[in-house]
């Protein structure tokens, strides 16, 4: 006699995994996940609110809508640096020359403009080429000749800052014509309310889609799945607040084009990340290199792809930041791009240890940065508290993602 079919989800029917029907069973999903380690972006989020709240009392203009359009704006060309730091701090290691390299590309995207009299299509491939060159050159020390990430990192910071003055030569600084595609790019397009709008009812439906999406295929496989209603009420949220958002920053001259590009940068990497099979690997191997191998992940086309990828969005920063800028000296990529880079991915919850973090957090941590040097800068503070204040940040923020990575061991999730 056969014995009758279980109603019940595959994954509910097991009593070591946590039932995630309704709010009460995604509310204690959430707490048990917080319990374990698993904080997700939750700290930066709150360090931003609080930074918001402080600013905003010593300083209403803080959160202006012209501040707000400053803020993301000038945020973009470092948020796009640190988006390749994310991508090699999931592998567990570190690029030290993103500042450098990011002022190299910019010194032969300026020179093939202007000194060797070629278009603008041509000065930025030569400027992306540059970053995609270095990346390559990187994965080859790497992977065939077993040289530390910190080492070469340490010697392209120099070198290619040498490198930058070399190109830039006698002549110094190259000033951008303020009627090239590139400054207008950065400095000077807007989004118009009407499309801003638009873009909102797009990223609603594509989120709803998305969801849809995810229904579909857990309960194709037997899984629990979210409520139509829990998806609605999420998706209502987010075109609201969204909404609310940029109903504000129009007041003053709206999303920026520069603004935009980083955040569709970043909503694809996040995607490419966990819906690929690359992406995947790239967890895998910075979770347990040995046993991504052993499981046959092809580890060093991971490590030559990380690496050539974050070199590149490094010079497509750095030429992004030379247009926001009009000009490309010899101080270009050489201050504190760097450490600021690197700052913003492990503020925004990408951990040192690899294995964990997501696209997003280049955008959070930036945006944390951004946020504190604006509001010092509007209360009247001296930079050199500003360095002391980020780096108090950078400190709590490891120091939060070691006691999580802690409790994740002990819970047997780490």
């Known amino acids: 006699m056969a014995e009758p079919q279980s109603t019940v989800a595959a994954d509910l029917a097991d009593e070591r995994l946590v039932a995630t029907n309704g709010i009460g069973g995604y509310a204690q999903l959430l707490w048990n996940r917080l319990r374990s380690g698993e904080l997700g972006s939750a700290p930066v989020i709150v360090g931003l609110a ?3 709240i402080g600013f905003y009392t010593a300083e209403p203009r803080f959160l202006s ?4 359009v400053s803020i993301t704006q000038f945020a973009a060309p470092v948020g796009i640096i640190a988006l390749g730091i994310v991508l090699v701090l999931l592998l567990g290691e570190i690029d030290l020359s993103v500042g450098s390299v990011s002022g190299f590309a910019s010194a032969v995207m300026a020179v093939t403009l202007l000194d060797k009299g070629q278009s603008m299509v041509v000065a930025l491939l030569a400027g992306i080429l540059v970053g995609l060159a270095i990346g390559a050159l990187y994965a080859v020390l790497y992977t065939k ?11 392209g910071l120099l070198g290619f800052q040498g490198a930058l003055l070399y190109v830039l030569g006698a002549n110094g600084t190259r ?9 207008d790019f950065t400095r000077f397009q807007f989004v118009t309310p009407t499309w801003s709008y638009v873009l909102v009812a ?5 989120f709803f889609l998305a969801q849809l999406r995810v229904i579909q295929q857990r309960t194709k496989a037997g899984l629990s799945a979210p409520s139509m209603t829990f998806v609605a009420i999420k998706t209502a949220v987010l075109v609201v607040a969204l909404g609310l958002l940029t109903w504000y920053v129009n007041i003053d001259r709206g999303w920026t084009f520069l603004w935009i590009f980083f955040v569709v940068l970043v909503v694809l990497m996040d995607i490419v990340l966990r ?3 690359w992406g995947r690997h790239v967890y895998a191997v910075g979770g347990n290199e040995e046993a991504a191998r052993r499981s046959g992940i092809k580890v060093d086309r991971v490590y030559f792809s990380v690496f050539a990828a974050c070199s590149t969005l490094a010079a497509i920063g750095g030429i992004l930041a030379a247009g926001l800028q009009t000009s490309v000296s010899q101080a270009s990529g050489t201050n504190d791009t760097n450490l600021t880079a690197i700052a913003a991915a492990v503020i925004g919850g990408t951990s040192l240890f690899g294995g964990r973090g997501s696209a997003y957090s280049a955008m959070l941590g930036i945006i944390v940065l951004q946020a504190i040097q604006t509001g010092l800068n509007l209360v009247g503070v001296d930079s050199s508290v500003r360095f002391m204040v980020t780096g108090g940040v950078l400190l709590l923020a490891v120091a939060i993602d070691s006691v999580s990575r802690r409790a994740r061991s002990s819970s047997g999730r780490g």
């Open 202 to 206: 797009l990223t609603g439906a594509l």
């Open 145 to 155: 000749l077993g040289v530390p990430s910190f080492v070469f990192s340490l010697a």
């Open 275 to 277: 819906r690929t099979r």
């Open 175 to 183: 000033n951008l014509p303020s009627d090239s595609f590139l400054v």
């Open 65 to 68: 809508s012209r501040s707000l």
């Open 50 to 52: 609080i930074i918001c």
